[in-house]
């Protein structure tokens, strides 16, 4: 069957179920969206590629499958970037097709021309020029691959123009065959025993869970470990979700600003088991006091992640969802059985931890931020997805809003992208259009791609914005109160626009609440309304989050309200 | 914790680009690289690259692992050690005054090198040896006057059982 590289594009992307793309079109992928046209995958134009790769991302967040995305050579590829390396930072499963300039243009500074395969090398986990048509089936087989497997990773494949165009003979379904490519799914079992004995003899333990339990769809086998075994959990940021936020053996989330629970009883605790984590600085602040007294087993399906921050007592490689799966099977009844009185002494400290030290602020006369977030679960029940933008309204949704299952947070949690929550909602919703999913965002935040909501209206998503806002860029602003004698540099957005009108004249809803009486009101209203919706939270302007560990400090040494 | 001389060899596939990565990973995250080798191997399309670092144990640990996790290292060896052979290559310009010249036959013929070019004043000599003979070779040249040198890094291979 002879077809063009476009239309081979269109048989791989069926062949590897994609339905949904987020795109924007150029010259250099005309005959791409040409072909797009005929095929039943629904394209989602975006106002911005940085946008797209955030939605593909949001996407493959909430639904495991591999995120795509679609943008055109040169400025189209390099806004796509920090859409790229969000997701390698989170190792999120996206292919990126990006338009080149044809061949024989390649490297002679053609109109939007840019290396895009040079510029992504360190932030994909692979990147592809297609050098010939003829090549091109094999690349985009293996581009999928690379995404979904091992741990998962955007991947860039860059076709140039001619290439879209020449025809070559397609077999479908190719098989993909890489050398060297091939991940660790099963884990040493010898040095799953050493695990289990000690989680046999533990009086102290923790277990310590992050985004590879969810992106190996882990959360059932960790719950059922940590149940069976009383061992109680916390989770990174990434890991949220991993194990139910409201089950009584959660701690919640650690690190910078996690629970005093979460940090107390890590640095308190006899064995940590680190699954599917990687130990980043904004976890274990001080390294040398990061678990101290602990045996550390660290769980991951990528060596590299392995000894590069803590030393490990028992290093095993491996799939999550299999470890989890094969620890469980080596646990006896009767040793079970015996686990519930060991563990006793443990479960009431870190009880009086959490009823000493409870995620709180002080109820004043303005709008708390976490006040809004807290109304928005009880109002939620717990059950919508939340993106979240980046800064303090990143870490109020994640310390207020009590995640009970895998795939309901998304956020940037390695990179930390200020403008990821909209289209990552976009993507979300796409991927599940009757649910509700909400962008807890911050006034600085929302701004940086605030074009979304246009492709929200156009496509009649549904998403609903909630605007934490103190006219504030407030996490830095928190540091200089904390840590720079309260100058203020540059962290003052009192010029931000009008979010209300600003949402009418996308063709939304604006909605505002200046006082803490009409809160639940405004989440009332905007949730229910049908359609995209901006809520616009006038909150206290100058509210920190707690606890705080300053930079560098062990994170039992926490500042607290 | 000591940093010590490592010497990774790896084969990679023989494509655009994957030098890049390589050394790319090493600037990324801040490794250092002592000495690079590129070259085809039998199968031309596959390369060999031989790469010399320092390193304390945990971080050459953590090198080889972000070097095996690259999709085009198909395999990667730690040849630092008398289980492998290392080599080096020269070719150095030394100055040839007249009464110096029986002199530099004299260093050739005990370093086992070979003068590959005779000009009226120079000679340009091909040396290949260990990293320390390399050294003590130049060492000996040099109060002669090396005018220039072009050196390679270390090249290995794992030696046979017996």
């Avoid at chain 1, 994909?124 to 690379?146: C, D, G, M, Q, W």
Wanted: proline share 5%.
């Amino acid at each position: 069957m002879k077809l063009t590289g476009a239309q081979i594009l269109m048989e791989v992307l069926k062949e590897e179920g994609v339905d949904s793309i987020f795109g924007f079109p150029g010259g250099a992928t005309i005959d791409i969206h040409d072909r797009l046209e005929t095929t039943d995958i629904r394209h989602y134009l975006v106002r911005h590629e940085q946008g797209a790769v955030h939605a593909a991302d949001g996407y493959a967040r909430v639904t495991g499958k591999v995120g795509v995305c679609l943008v055109t050579s040169g400025p189209g590829a390099t806004n796509a970037v920090t859409g790229v390396a969000t997701a390698y930072m989170d190792s999120i499963p996206v292919v990126i097709i990006s338009g080149q300039v044809p061949t024989h243009l390649i490297g002679n500074d053609a109109f939007q021309e840019v290396d895009i395969v040079g510029i992504t090398r360190p932030c994909t986990k692979h990147n592809y020029l297609v050098p010939s048509v003829e090549e091109l089936p094999r690349i985009l087989k293996e581009a999928f691959h690379i995404a979904r497997s091992g741990r998962p990773g955007p991947v860039l494949v860059d076709i140039p123009k001619n290439v879209q165009q020449a025809s070559t003979n397609f077999k479908p379904k190719q098989k993909v065959k890489l050398k060297s490519y091939n991940p660790t799914y099963k884990p040493n079992s010898k040095q799953l025993r050493k695990v289990v004995e000690l989680i046999k003899s533990a009086k102290r333990p923790v277990i310590f869970a992050g985004g590879g339990v969810i992106l190996s769809k882990g959360a059932e086998a960790l719950t059922k470990l940590a149940r069976s075994a009383r061992i109680p959990v916390t989770t990174s940021l990434m890991g949220l979700g991993a194990f139910p936020g409201s089950d009584p053996l959660s701690l919640g989330m650690i690190g910078m600003h996690g629970t005093y629970r979460a940090n107390m009883s890590t640095g308190e605790c006899d064995l940590l088991i680190g699954i599917g984590v990687r130990f980043d600085d904004r976890v274990t602040g001080k390294t040398d006091c990061f678990a101290a007294q602990a045996e550390i087993v660290h769980i991951d399906i990528d060596p590299t992640s392995i000894r590069k921050n803590v030393p490990v007592s028992i290093p095993v490689v491996g799939d999550c969802q299999t470890t989890l799966e094969v620890i469980n099977s080596f646990l006896a009844e009767e040793d079970l059985d015996k686990l519930t009185a060991i563990r006793g002494p443990w479960l009431d400290q870190i009880e009086a931890w959490k009823q000493n030290f409870k995620l709180s602020y002080v109820q004043e006369e303005v709008i708390k931020p976490q006040y809004v977030v807290e109304k928005l679960y009880e109002l939620t029940r717990g059950d919508a997805i939340i993106t979240t933008e980046v800064g303090q309204n990143q870490m109020w949704a994640a310390q207020f809003y009590l995640f009970d299952h895998p795939g309901r947070f998304v956020t940037s949690g390695g990179l930390g992208t200020m403008g990821f929550g909209l289209p990552a909602a976009i993507g979300a919703q796409v991927a599940f259009p009757d649910a509700l999913v909400v962008d807890v965002a911050g006034d600085g935040s929302i701004q940086m791609n605030i074009q979304e909501m246009a492709t929200a209206v156009q496509y009649k998503l549904p998403v609903k914005v909630v605007i934490l806002n103190n006219c504030y860029l407030g996490m830095v602003r928190q540091w200089q109160e904390l840590f720079y004698d309260k100058r203020y540099a540059c962290t003052c957005m009192d010029h931000a626009p009008d979010f209300v009108k600003l949402a009418e004249a996308f063709g939304a809803v604006g909605l505002r609440a200046t006082r803490p009486d009409e809160v639940e009101t405004v989440l009332r209203r905007g949730l229910e309304t049908p359609g995209p919706v901006i809520m616009d939270f006038r909150v206290a302007k100058e509210e920190c989050v707690y606890p705080m560990v300053p930079a560098g400090a062990p994170i039992t040494e926490m500042l607290l309200v | 914790m000591t940093e010590e001389k490592h010497i990774l060899t790896m084969l990679v596939d023989n494509e655009p680009g994957v030098l890049s990565r390589i050394v790319g990973l090493f600037s990324g995250r801040g490794f250092n690289i002592e000495s690079l080798c590129v070259a085809e191997t039998i199968d031309p399309q596959v390369s060999r690259i031989t790469i010399v670092t320092k390193a304390n144990e945990p971080l050459v640990e953590q090198i080889e692992k972000q070097l095996r996790k690259l999709i085009n290292v198909i395999k990667l060896r730690d040849l630092t050690g008398s289980g492998s052979v290392q080599r080096e290559m020269a070719l150095v310009c030394v100055r040839a005054k007249p009464e110096n010249r029986d002199e530099i036959l004299r260093i050739v013929d005990i370093f086992r090198c070979k003068v590959v070019d005779v000009g009226s004043e120079y000679y340009i000599i091909e040396a290949t040896g260990t990293e320390d003979k390399m050294k003590a070779l130049i060492n000996l040249l040099k109060p002669m006057g090396i005018k220039k040198i072009a050196r390679t890094g270390t090249i290995a291979l794992f030696r046979e059982p017996h």
